[in-house]
Antibody
Framework: QVQLVESGGGVVQPGRSLRLSCAVS????????MHWVRQAPGKGLEWVAF????????NYADSVKGRFTLSRDNSKNTLYLQMNSLRAEDTAVYYC??????????WGQGTKVTVSS | DIVMTQSPLSLTVTPGEPASISCRSS???????????LNWYLQKPGQSPQLLIY???TRASGVPDRFSGSGSGTDFTLKISRVEAEDVGVYYC??????????FGQGTRLEIK
Protein backbone atom coordinates (compact mmCIF):
# COMPACT_ATOMS: atom_id res chain seq x y z
CA GLN A 1 0.00 0.00 0.00
CA VAL A 2 1.01 3.60 -0.44
CA GLN A 3 3.25 4.87 2.34
CA LEU A 4 4.87 8.24 2.89
CA VAL A 5 7.23 8.43 5.86
CA GLU A 6 8.60 11.83 6.79
CA SER A 7 11.68 12.23 8.97
CA GLY A 8 14.34 14.74 9.93
CA GLY A 9 12.29 17.07 12.08
CA GLY A 10 13.47 18.38 15.41
CA VAL A 11 14.27 21.48 17.43
CA VAL A 12 16.56 23.99 15.75
CA GLN A 13 17.66 27.53 16.53
CA PRO A 14 16.54 30.46 14.38
CA GLY A 15 18.82 30.97 11.41
CA ARG A 16 19.98 27.35 11.31
CA SER A 17 19.22 24.66 8.75
CA LEU A 18 17.39 21.35 8.70
CA ARG A 19 16.81 18.73 6.02
CA LEU A 20 13.60 16.76 5.94
CA SER A 21 13.28 13.47 4.11
CA CYS A 22 10.28 11.57 2.84
CA ALA A 23 10.65 7.90 2.00
CA VAL A 24 7.87 6.53 -0.17
CA SER A 25 6.73 3.04 -1.07
CA UNK A 26 3.80 1.29 -2.64
CA UNK A 27 3.75 3.29 -5.87
CA UNK A 28 5.99 4.35 -8.75
CA UNK A 29 7.58 7.41 -7.19
CA UNK A 30 9.06 8.69 -10.45
CA UNK A 31 5.58 9.01 -11.99
CA UNK A 32 4.23 11.53 -9.50
CA UNK A 33 4.69 15.17 -8.68
CA MET A 34 5.22 15.68 -4.98
CA HIS A 35 4.45 18.49 -2.56
CA TRP A 36 5.12 19.55 1.01
CA VAL A 37 2.35 21.04 3.14
CA ARG A 38 2.78 22.28 6.69
CA GLN A 39 0.57 22.94 9.68
CA ALA A 40 1.64 25.34 12.41
CA PRO A 41 0.48 24.48 15.95
CA GLY A 42 -3.27 24.99 16.22
CA LYS A 43 -3.44 26.41 12.70
CA GLY A 44 -4.64 25.35 9.27
CA LEU A 45 -2.87 23.80 6.32
CA GLU A 46 -0.36 25.73 4.24
CA TRP A 47 1.11 24.59 0.93
CA VAL A 48 4.91 24.93 0.98
CA ALA A 49 6.59 23.47 -2.10
CA PHE A 50 6.22 21.38 -5.24
CA UNK A 51 8.52 19.32 -7.42
CA UNK A 52 7.64 17.69 -10.73
CA UNK A 53 7.91 13.96 -11.29
CA UNK A 54 11.32 14.19 -12.92
CA UNK A 55 12.61 16.93 -10.63
CA UNK A 56 12.95 19.47 -13.44
CA UNK A 57 10.41 21.94 -12.04
CA UNK A 58 9.96 23.37 -8.58
CA ASN A 59 7.70 25.96 -7.05
CA TYR A 60 7.59 27.48 -3.59
CA ALA A 61 5.27 29.46 -1.41
CA ASP A 62 6.33 33.07 -1.06
CA SER A 63 6.89 32.50 2.67
CA VAL A 64 9.74 30.04 2.02
CA LYS A 65 11.06 31.07 -1.40
CA GLY A 66 14.81 31.54 -1.37
CA ARG A 67 15.20 29.64 1.89
CA PHE A 68 13.77 26.17 1.15
CA THR A 69 14.88 23.83 -1.63
CA LEU A 70 13.03 20.73 -2.70
CA SER A 71 14.75 17.82 -4.42
CA ARG A 72 14.15 14.17 -5.11
CA ASP A 73 16.09 11.00 -5.77
CA ASN A 74 13.89 8.76 -7.87
CA SER A 75 16.39 5.90 -7.58
CA LYS A 76 15.94 5.95 -3.80
CA ASN A 77 12.22 6.78 -3.75
CA THR A 78 13.01 9.71 -1.50
CA LEU A 79 12.03 13.36 -1.37
CA TYR A 80 14.10 16.00 0.40
CA LEU A 81 13.29 19.45 1.76
CA GLN A 82 16.34 21.53 2.61
CA MET A 83 15.30 24.33 4.94
CA ASN A 84 17.77 27.16 5.53
CA SER A 85 17.58 30.39 7.54
CA LEU A 86 14.80 28.96 9.64
CA ARG A 87 12.43 31.30 11.44
CA ALA A 88 10.07 30.87 14.36
CA GLU A 89 7.15 31.01 11.93
CA ASP A 90 8.46 27.87 10.21
CA THR A 91 7.51 25.88 13.29
CA ALA A 92 5.01 23.29 12.08
CA VAL A 93 4.31 19.69 11.24
CA TYR A 94 5.52 19.06 7.71
CA TYR A 95 3.76 16.57 5.44
CA CYS A 96 5.03 15.22 2.14
CA UNK A 97 2.26 14.40 -0.28
CA UNK A 98 1.65 12.64 -3.56
CA UNK A 99 -0.44 14.58 -6.05
CA UNK A 100 -2.83 12.28 -7.89
CA UNK A 101 -6.19 12.90 -9.61
CA UNK A 102 -5.86 16.58 -8.69
CA UNK A 103 -5.69 15.79 -4.98
CA UNK A 104 -3.38 14.80 -2.16
CA UNK A 105 -4.63 11.28 -1.82
CA UNK A 106 -2.38 9.89 0.93
CA TRP A 107 -0.99 11.62 4.00
CA GLY A 108 1.80 10.39 6.24
CA GLN A 109 2.17 11.19 9.92
CA GLY A 110 4.31 14.23 9.22
CA THR A 111 7.49 15.38 10.92
CA LYS A 112 7.55 18.14 13.52
CA VAL A 113 9.89 21.10 13.17
CA THR A 114 10.34 23.52 16.06
CA VAL A 115 12.38 26.67 15.54
CA SER A 116 13.28 28.13 18.90
CA SER A 117 16.22 29.57 20.73
CA ASP B 1 -3.29 33.04 -5.63
CA ILE B 2 -6.85 31.77 -5.30
CA VAL B 3 -8.43 32.50 -1.92
CA MET B 4 -10.63 29.83 -0.36
CA THR B 5 -13.25 30.90 2.19
CA GLN B 6 -15.14 28.41 4.33
CA SER B 7 -18.26 28.88 6.40
CA PRO B 8 -19.16 28.36 9.10
CA LEU B 9 -15.83 28.12 10.92
CA SER B 10 -17.40 25.89 13.52
CA LEU B 11 -20.59 23.96 13.96
CA THR B 12 -22.10 21.67 16.54
CA VAL B 13 -24.38 18.90 15.35
CA THR B 14 -26.57 16.32 17.06
CA PRO B 15 -25.74 12.73 16.03
CA GLY B 16 -28.03 11.59 13.25
CA GLU B 17 -28.68 15.11 12.05
CA PRO B 18 -27.30 16.52 8.76
CA ALA B 19 -24.43 18.98 8.47
CA SER B 20 -23.32 21.29 5.69
CA ILE B 21 -20.11 23.22 5.10
CA SER B 22 -19.67 25.85 2.42
CA CYS B 23 -16.50 26.69 0.52
CA ARG B 24 -16.17 29.64 -1.81
CA SER B 25 -13.24 30.35 -4.11
CA SER B 26 -12.10 33.72 -5.41
CA UNK B 27 -11.91 32.31 -8.96
CA UNK B 28 -13.81 29.61 -10.78
CA UNK B 29 -12.38 26.13 -10.20
CA UNK B 30 -14.06 24.70 -13.28
CA UNK B 31 -11.49 23.71 -15.87
CA UNK B 32 -11.91 23.33 -19.59
CA UNK B 33 -12.61 19.60 -19.28
CA UNK B 34 -15.62 20.22 -17.07
CA UNK B 35 -14.01 19.18 -13.78
CA UNK B 36 -14.10 21.27 -10.64
CA UNK B 37 -10.66 21.20 -9.03
CA LEU B 38 -11.96 21.27 -5.49
CA ASN B 39 -11.19 18.75 -2.74
CA TRP B 40 -12.39 18.18 0.80
CA TYR B 41 -10.29 16.81 3.64
CA LEU B 42 -11.05 15.81 7.22
CA GLN B 43 -8.49 16.04 9.99
CA LYS B 44 -9.66 14.04 12.98
CA PRO B 45 -8.27 14.97 16.39
CA GLY B 46 -4.61 14.00 16.68
CA GLN B 47 -4.46 12.63 13.14
CA SER B 48 -3.19 13.67 9.74
CA PRO B 49 -5.75 14.95 7.25
CA GLN B 50 -7.48 12.42 5.00
CA LEU B 51 -9.01 12.91 1.59
CA LEU B 52 -12.82 12.78 1.54
CA ILE B 53 -13.88 14.23 -1.81
CA TYR B 54 -11.93 15.10 -4.95
CA UNK B 55 -12.85 16.85 -8.19
CA UNK B 56 -15.75 18.47 -6.39
CA UNK B 57 -17.97 15.45 -5.94
CA THR B 58 -16.09 12.14 -6.15
CA ARG B 59 -15.77 10.28 -2.87
CA ALA B 60 -12.32 8.93 -2.12
CA SER B 61 -11.87 5.22 -1.56
CA GLY B 62 -13.37 4.02 1.70
CA VAL B 63 -15.29 7.23 2.43
CA PRO B 64 -18.83 6.51 3.69
CA ASP B 65 -21.64 7.53 1.37
CA ARG B 66 -23.10 9.85 3.99
CA PHE B 67 -20.46 12.31 2.75
CA SER B 68 -21.23 14.14 -0.48
CA GLY B 69 -19.71 17.04 -2.35
CA SER B 70 -21.52 19.38 -4.70
CA GLY B 71 -21.20 22.72 -6.41
CA SER B 72 -19.43 24.20 -9.38
CA GLY B 73 -17.41 27.24 -10.32
CA THR B 74 -16.86 29.20 -7.15
CA ASP B 75 -19.40 27.75 -4.71
CA PHE B 76 -19.11 24.31 -3.18
CA THR B 77 -20.73 22.37 -0.36
CA LEU B 78 -19.78 19.35 1.69
CA LYS B 79 -22.78 17.59 3.18
CA ILE B 80 -22.97 14.89 5.81
CA SER B 81 -26.37 13.28 5.64
CA ARG B 82 -26.34 11.88 9.18
CA VAL B 83 -23.50 12.94 11.43
CA GLU B 84 -21.80 10.28 13.51
CA ALA B 85 -19.45 10.68 16.47
CA GLU B 86 -16.46 9.66 14.33
CA ASP B 87 -17.04 12.64 12.01
CA VAL B 88 -15.64 15.05 14.61
CA GLY B 89 -12.68 17.08 13.43
CA VAL B 90 -11.68 19.93 11.15
CA TYR B 91 -12.81 19.96 7.53
CA TYR B 92 -10.75 21.74 4.89
CA CYS B 93 -11.51 22.57 1.30
CA UNK B 94 -8.60 22.89 -1.10
CA UNK B 95 -8.34 24.03 -4.70
CA UNK B 96 -6.04 22.33 -7.18
CA UNK B 97 -6.72 24.43 -10.26
CA UNK B 98 -3.57 26.50 -10.31
CA UNK B 99 -1.22 23.69 -9.41
CA UNK B 100 1.36 23.71 -8.12
CA UNK B 101 0.23 26.78 -6.17
CA UNK B 102 -2.44 25.27 -3.97
CA UNK B 103 -4.45 26.92 -1.23
CA PHE B 104 -6.67 25.61 1.54
CA GLY B 105 -9.68 27.06 3.27
CA GLN B 106 -9.35 28.12 6.92
CA GLY B 107 -10.99 24.94 8.16
CA THR B 108 -14.37 24.22 9.76
CA ARG B 109 -14.45 22.55 13.16
CA LEU B 110 -17.26 20.03 13.61
CA GLU B 111 -18.26 19.05 17.11
CA ILE B 112 -20.94 16.71 18.38
CA LYS B 113 -23.68 17.97 20.63
Amino acid sequence: QVQLVESGGGVVQPGRSLRLSCAVSGFTFSSYAMHWVRQAPGKGLEWVAFISDDGSNENYADSVKGRFTLSRDNSKNTLYLQMNSLRAEDTAVYYCLRFSSAAFDFWGQGTKVTVSS
Amino acid sequence: DIVMTQSPLSLTVTPGEPASISCRSSQSLLNSNGYNFLNWYLQKPGQSPQLLIYLGSTRASGVPDRFSGSGSGTDFTLKISRVEAEDVGVYYCMHALQTPRITFGQGTRLEIK
